[in-house]
């Protein structure tokens, strides 16, 4: 089984700062690619930034130049620091990752539970 914990939301002013993080635990052999997501009242869901094994990373327009995606050298936790913050960036932040397990034999979609950015004007 495998469980991808989220953390680091919460309520900030505009202009300020939010750090998430993302960590994947359970019987992972391998991941892939890990991505943050968002999806704000009323909206599809829609990705925010992506970073591969690689450390190659890609950004919606919206979000490049303020937010980074990052992952630690065991490749299992994924971050995403945000700067500059809009009101517009208000969402639930979902983490995504592409997960081989000892026990698959092809890499599948996981996702976290969700973790609330909220910014106020």
């Known amino acids: 089984q495998v469980q991808l914990v989220e953390s680091g939301g919460g309520l900030v002013q505009a202009g300020g700062s939010l750090r998430l993080s993302c960590a994947a635990s359970g019987s992972i052999f391998k991941i892939n690619h890990m991505a943050w997501y968002r999806q704000a009242p009323g909206k599809q869901r829609e990705l925010v930034a992506s970073i591969n094994r690689l450390g190659t990373t890609n950004y919606a327009f919206s979000v490049r130049g303020r937010f980074t995606i990052s992952r630690d050298n065991a490749g299992n936790t994924v971050y995403l620091q945000m700067n500059s913050l809009e009101p517009e960036d208000t969402a639930v932040y979902y983490c995504?990752?592409?997960?081989?397990?000892?026990?698959?034999?092809?890499?599948?979609?996981?996702w976290g539970q969700g973790t609330q950015v909220t910014v106020s004007s």
């Open positions: 995504n990752a592409e997960i081989l397990t000892y026990t698959s034999g092809s890499y599948y979609p996981y």
